[in-house]
């Protein structure tokens, strides 16, 4: 289904598990207060999330440039 494919690369990009975001998005579990401010940005501010995801994967050695 192409929504799980969505779900599954949206967790990837902030770092959880597909399960874990399937479930908060059907309401099983209620994200930490820590996930909820990381959803927040990640939804509301775009850009800046993935600069800085970029730029923290870079620091520890996750992608190069």
Not at 47 to 54: I, N, P, S, T, V
């Amino acid at each position: 289904c192409r929504l799980v494919l969505l779900y599954r690369l949206f967790a990837d990009l902030i770092g959880v598990a597909a399960y874990t975001y399937i479930s908060w998005e059907q309401g099983r579990y209620i994200p930490s207060t820590p996930a909820k401010a990381l959803l927040y940005i990640a939804t509301k501010h775009k850009d800046l999330f993935l600069k800085e995801r970029e730029n923290f994967l870079r620091k520890i050695g996750k992608i190069r440039g």
